[in-house]
């Protein structure tokens, strides 16, 4: 018999104003897949892959979308292992596959619980911040969802045999990493 432990994850919301423009885009982060649920044995430690998804929406402009952003996320009842924008939109052009990372800043990696202040005091998570490129005209589409950075965690099924748990994933402020 199996054991579940299911992954609920928060959403936030965020606006930017542009010069000139009578509207504002609406940008979101999400996880992908979320939610998200693992069967396993009791006790048994599995890993399990997410993608931070930024989704524009509402953009007044056809042609570019985010040039540049900064995330940091934490979770409950999970290990964080790694962090990239390899397999992204984030990352470089010459990565397989591709992503749009072209001359610009690039820092993604695990935040640890000694850093961060405000909702990042004593947790761990990953930090990330990327500028696609510093003098080329490179962004997000304009409108849509796009992966921007992929992490993997570390779970453990509850250890009776049919029991079921509840782990969280989240986007919080304040965090910091090693830059």
């Not at 928060?10 to 998200?36: I, K």
């Not at 985010?66 to 990352?91: I, M, P, V």
């Not at 990327?130 to 304009?142: A, G, K, Q, R, W």
Request: proline share 7%; hydrophobic share 35%.
């Amino acid at each position: 018999m199996n054991t579940s432990l299911s992954t609920v994850c928060m959403a936030v919301f965020l606006s930017a104003t542009l010069e000139a423009q009578s509207t504002t885009p609406r940008f979101t982060l999400s996880f992908n897949p979320c939610p998200s649920e693992v069967h396993a044995l009791p006790a048994q430690t599995f890993d399990r892959a997410f993608d931070c998804i930024l989704t524009t929406e509402d953009n007044p402009d056809p042609v570019g979308g985010a040039q540049g952003w900064s995330l940091s996320l934490s979770g409950d009842a999970l290990d964080f292992k790694s962090a990239t924008t390899q397999g992204t939109l984030a990352a470089r052009i010459t990565d397989s596959p591709p992503g749009l990372f072209n001359g610009g800043f690039e820092k993604t990696e695990l935040a640890r619980a000694e850093k961060g202040s405000g909702d990042c005091a004593g947790r761990e998570g990953i930090v990330s911040a990327v500028v696609l490129s510093f003098s080329l005209p490179v962004t997000l589409p304009p409108n849509g969802p796009a992966a921007v950075c992929r992490f993997t965690v570390e779970g453990t099924a509850p250890a009776t045999e049919g029991g079921t748990a509840t782990a969280r994933l989240f986007y919080v402020d304040g965090c910091t990493g090693s830059g």
